[in-house]
Structures are given as C-alpha cells and as structure tokens.
C-alpha cells in the first residue's frame, strides 16, 4: 500500500517525477505509474493502487484536464475526502467543482533547482500529512506563480478565506475527526435515499435499483403485450423484407442439427448470457471508481429504452414462429422448458432490434474498456450468445445487427453521460 498516489497526464511527466521525488524524501511511500511494468494489467494495477492509496495527489494541466483518467482518479480521491489538488500552469482554470479554494503558488521551486527547503513545497508537505491524518482541509495548490504567496483562485468559500488569510496554520489541522462508522438506522436510512433520482446515478445502490427497475419494467411490458396479442397487419410485409434480406440462406434442414449444436447454443443463449451479465456486473460493481458500474447501468437502461418503442409499436415475430422461414425453435429438442421460463421476459413479438445481441455486445465492449478479467475469453463467450440467437432459429439477421449497433451505441451515450454526471458530483461536493 502506497501512502501517495499521483494522478497526471502523460505530457507532465516529468514534472510528476519531481513531486514523488520530493515525496519520498519525507519517507512516505508514493505510486505513479512509472512503477508499471510490462506485461502487467495496468487498467488493474492503477485501480488497486488508487483503492490503496491513503493520500491522491491530482496535477492539473491543460492535459490532464482533457484526460478522464485524471478526472476519475481525482473525483475518488475526492469522495474519500483524500484530495490534494495542484495546478502546473499559472493561468490554468482547474475544473468545475476545484475553483473556489486558496492557491499557493510555488513556480520558483518548479522552475529552478527544487530546493528542499522551499517554504512553498512545505505548504504541500502539510496538506500530505493531513490528508495521511484523515483531517485534509480542501484546499489547491498552484505550483506555477511567482514566489510563495497565498492568494484566492476563484470565488473562494468564507472558511477557506480565513485560513488563507493569515489564520494559525494549526487551525487547519484541528479540524473534526472522521465520523464513526454509521449504525444501523443510518445505514438503513443512506440505502433509502438511494431511490431519490440523484441518487439513482451516483451512488452503487442506486445504479443497482436502475437496473432492477429496467428488469421490473421488462417483466411487466412483456406480460402486457402477451395480454393484449397485437400484431399488425404490416407485419407481414417487414417479415417478406427480412426473408428478402436473408435469400440465400437455407432453414430446411433446421430440425437436423447435431445434438452438440442444439445443447451447446441452448446453454448458450438460456444460461452463459445471464451468467456473463452477472460476471462483469459484479466486478465494476466492485471497483473503486462509481464510474464503470454507472456506465454498465446507463447502458442497459438507455439499451432498454431505446428498444421499448420497437417492441411495442413495431413488433416483429421471432424466426421460428413465421412459417415461411422453414425454422424451428431449435432449443425445444433439448427441453421446451427453457423458453418456458425465459417468455415472461422476451415476449414473442420483443424480436427487433435483439436484446440478447446489444447487451452481449454492450457486456464485451465493456470489459475491454474497462479492463475486466480475460476480457478476450468474454469476447469469445459472447459471441456464440450472439450466433445462438440466429442458430437457435430466434432471431433474423436485421434484428442481431440492430442489436450489435445499439449496444456500441449505448455504451457510448453512457459514457458521455457520466463524464456529465461526475462534474456534477465535482460541483456539489464544492457547494
């Protein structure tokens, strides 16, 4: 376990290695990733060593402002209440939510032969050791002005002021001891707020109850329509378009499939693709930074949405169901039981785009961004839940390459998403 960590863009570099250097003279252990070495996981590494750390010491650049690595790691070191923002660049705005607390500059001590005596560098010192005290007061360091002087950047809260002003530096380190680990009503009480929209998207709880209400929705449309048995007269026309689209492939001989095929994709379709949902789920849920499981979260909800209107008002019957195909229902040769279970939440019109597809395709292009264990076996996986859905006679080839699109798609928007919901976290924990 490190006592620092350092969080940088590449471009600064050099700069970064001067601060751990000055660091690790006071003896604290520090990490940055010049400790990476090849052949390692280094998505996993930094996350274990940011979990790790008792002190994040973020560098703001120009760079690194643009850089979402520096943003995460800074919002975790941040929501740990272990934060020690610096500024490399002199007319540099930090980002929303760090522009309203006193700045030292230190540019002499950065620009010349870094002396270690710089009263500049012991301003940093001291925040370090409270941060490692567990008593940190919030406050930014500007490693870029003239000399030493202690001045405001940006509309600087009252208490913050004081201190900046003048106030007995030992103020600072008086400050409150971290709380007692809550009780039981209060853990009850947090777990509740959780169901208030903001905490639907910023807190693990709340992304988990995201996607229960996803499923719950899921369940209770299917049972809806299954009731209501709409199926347009148009349906028939997308259908012939579909068979069309697909002439030169064959489905005669559909009910010949060797026993291995049937058994292998039936597992594949009913049982890997809810077994690798829950893999991956469970992993970013684990993670020290909110951000992978919100991401997984928003995807399968934008997914969900994206695909409801389909399902309701332009149904689309499965492969096995149109006569005209020449398909069966491929799994009931190895026990109708399964599709049994499964039809309460796909219903037999909920065909275009393919659910299965976009979150399979949604699952592994999540595991490679955010480095999850043997990302290409997921891969591998993942795709024969994708050709089962074809080869089990479930889908047409529109309704997967529908599918596919929108889970690249929808991880995407995710993402975009969550870089504007952490500046909002970024602006409250400043308010």
């Given amino acids: 376990m490190a006592d620092v960590f350092i969080s940088y863009a590449h471009e600064d570099r050099a700069s970064a290695a001067r601060i751990a250097a000055a660091l690790e003279s006071r003896d604290w252990s520090v990490w940055w990733d010049r400790q990476l070495v090849g052949g390692q996981n280094f998505r996993r590494k930094i996350a274990e060593a940011l979990a790790e750390a008792r002190c994040v010491i973020v560098l703001w650049t120009e760079a690194s402002l643009e850089s979402n690595w520096v943003l995460d790691e800074a919002q975790d070191g941040l929501r740990r209440s272990i934060l020690v923002p610096v500024r490399l660049a002199d007319a540099l705005e930090p980002p929303l939510g760090f522009r309203s607390f006193q700045t030292t500059s230190l540019e002499a001590w950065l620009a010349g032969g870094g002396e270690p ?17 567990g008593t940190v007061p919030f406050q930014q360091l ?65 992304l988990a109850a995201l996607l229960a209400i996803v499923f719950v929705l899921n369940y209770l449309e299917t049972r809806l329509e299954t009731s209501l048995g709409w199926s347009p ?26 026993g291995f095929a049937v058994g292998g994709f039936t597992l ?58 020449g398909a069966m229902l491929l799994s009931d040769r190895a026990s109708s039981t399964f599709i049994e279970l499964f039809r309460p939440f796909s219903g037999l019109d909920n065909c275009f785009p393919s659910f299965h597809t976009s979150l399979t395709v949604a699952l592994i292009v999540l595991g490679f961004l955010y480095a999850t264990r043997l990302p290409w076996c997921l891969a591998g996986l993942g795709l024969t839940v994708v050709l089962s859905t074809f080869a089990l006679g479930i889908h047409w080839l529109p309704d997967i390459v529908a599918g596919a699109a929108l889970g690249v798609v929808s991880v995407g928007l ?7 919901i952490r500046t909002w976290e970024l602006d409250a924990a400043a308010a």
């Fill in 414 to 420: 995710a993402r975009r998403l969550d870089s504007r």
């Fill in 268 to 325: 594949s379709y009913f049982g890997l693709f809810p077994l690798l949902a829950a893999i991956v789920a469970v992993e970013l849920y684990r993670r020290a930074s909110v951000a992978p499981f919100r991401v997984l979260s928003l995807s399968t909800g934008i997914n969900y949405a994206v695909s409801l209107p389909f399902f309701v008002f332009f149904p689309i019957r499965e492969r096995w169901a149109d006569p005209a195909s």
């Fill in 142 to 206: 500007d490693l870029s002005g003239d000399g030493c002087a202690t001045s405001p950047a940006g509309a600087a809260r009252s208490d913050d002021r004081d201190l900046g002003a003048g106030k007995d530096r030992k103020e600072a380190a008086a400050l409150p001891e971290s709380p007692r680990r809550p009780g039981v009503r209060a853990r009850l009480l947090a777990r509740a707020r959780a169901l208030r929209p903001r905490h639907l998207l910023t807190t693990r709880g709340g």
């Fill in 233 to 258: 007269g148009w349906q028939a026309q997308v259908l012939d378009s579909f068979r069309w689209f697909e002439r030169h492939l064959e489905f005669e001989s559909h009910d010949l499939a060797g």
């Fill in 117 to 133: 005596d710089s009263p500049c560098l012991a301003e940093l010192f001291r925040a370090v050791e409270r941060a490692l005290e």
